[in-house]
């Protein structure tokens, strides 16, 4: 695509997209790689296992980076449903009224996305002496799964750049701490029978009373515990346990022979997740002792931690006049991309509290003001004037 887009008009063609998570992304991918197929831009695809799904990786300038300098700036493609009745305009048309765009996904996260993509798009003619690096993921709402992909891809790899800007909407502030998350499930097996003759049944509900209470238990301990950077986390400065799902039976006159409990925990940066999932599996075991169950990790996040010091969080929050720390409760792309030894700070524009409902909005002042934030940060890791 050689003529581009203003970043209204882009923006607009990008929420045109149905890229709920339950469909598959590759519509909007393939629309990205086209607009972005330039001279002195190289572009990679990293499917899914089962095909539906794709990372899109977009580099301009120098195509690796030994050194760890250059620029990565990070979205994701997908989307929540947008099927609430109170919308008061076609979710997928972007509307502009009283001085904000309207629309599935404005701030969460395509506003950004719009941004980065005219950004690397306006720079691919220029002789930049470190990369520019567009990540762009799919299945971030429903468990970051291709930041996940893509970390293990480039684990060991010196390809992409060490500073990364995650674009989430933070209404422009940096946010240097998030929350881990942690998901698990536990499987109780029974025996099917006629409720009238018991004895040839085996109850796979009745065990699931004593494990709620042991982790009602555990999520009141965890609640007095002051983990590491606690402090950051003022509304909730402790782990979060959640008992979210219990699912079993079939008819009230057969005797279940299946119940399953679903659980999340938000860790703190700073914690060791595998001891978490030790702690919790342990208080199962002793819950569900003599009984037939399986106990399953179905999604695990990593918190995410930026040293201060590091150089990208210190031109941001120069940039921004911002003095205090930023934290959020929510997992990004950014705890699996701190894996691989990036350098991550969260900021974009966008309030998140409008994120995730009917009638989100983008405030147009934000995503005219991330322009030029966007346009400095690349300057100062791109090139070396």
Not at 295 to 311: I, S
Request: include cysteine.
């Amino acid at each position: 695509m050689s003529n581009l887009l203003s970043n209204k008009e882009l923006l607009a063609r990008l929420v045109g997209f149905d890229s709920t998570s339950h469909n598959s992304n590759r519509p909007i991918a393939d629309f990205i790689c086209d607009y972005l197929d330039l001279p002195g831009v190289t572009i990679d695809r990293q499917y899914s296992t089962d095909g539906r799904k794709v990372n899109v990786i977009v580099t301009v300038g120098p195509t690796a980076s030994p050194d760890g300098r250059g620029l990565v700036l990070s979205g994701h493609m997908d989307t929540v449903p947008a099927e609430e009745p109170e919308w008061k305009s076609d979710p997928y048309s972007l509307v502009e009224s009283d001085g904000s765009y309207y629309g599935r996904g404005v701030c969460d996260m395509k506003g950004f996305v719009a941004l980065a993509m005219n950004a690397a798009a306006s720079k691919h003619t220029m002789a930049l002496d470190y990369p520019l690096v567009l990540v762009f993921t799919y299945d971030e709402e429903v468990g970051i799964l291709g930041a996940k992909q893509l970390a293990a891809a480039y684990e060991g790899r010196n390809k992409l750049p060490r500073a990364a800007i995650i674009g989430e909407p933070t209404s422009l502030e940096v946010v240097r701490m998030h929350k881990g998350f942690l998901a698990f499930e536990v499987t109780i097996a029974g025996k099917s029978a006629h409720s009238g003759y018991p004895h040839l049944g085996k109850n796979a509900i009745e065990p699931v009373g004593p494990l709620v209470e042991a982790l009602s238990d555990l999520r009141r301990e965890l609640e007095t515990e002051q983990p590491p950077n606690c402090e950051f986390f003022p509304e909730v400065p402790f782990v979060a346990l959640n008992v979210g799902t219990v699912t079993g039976g079939t008819a009230a006159n057969i005797i279940p022979d299946r119940c399953e409990v679903g659980c999340t925990v938000r860790t703190l940066p700073g914690m060791q997740t595998d001891s978490m999932i030790d702690q919790v599996r342990g208080v199962v075991q002793r819950a569900l002792e003599g009984v037939d169950f399986e106990f399953a990790v179905t999604n695990q996040t990593p918190p995410m931690l930026l040293r201060e010091q590091t150089d990208i969080y210190q031109m941001l929050t120069a940039e921004v006049k911002q003095t205090e720390t930023r934290s959020a409760s929510y997992a990004t792309d950014a705890g699996w991309m701190q894996s691989i030894g990036m350098e991550c700070a969260i900021i974009g524009p966008g309030n998140i509290g409008v994120a995730h409902r009917p009638n989100e909005s983008l405030p147009i002042a934000e995503f005219e003001q991330c322009t030029g934030l966007l346009e400095r940060a690349i300057k100062h890791f791109c090139s070396e004037s």
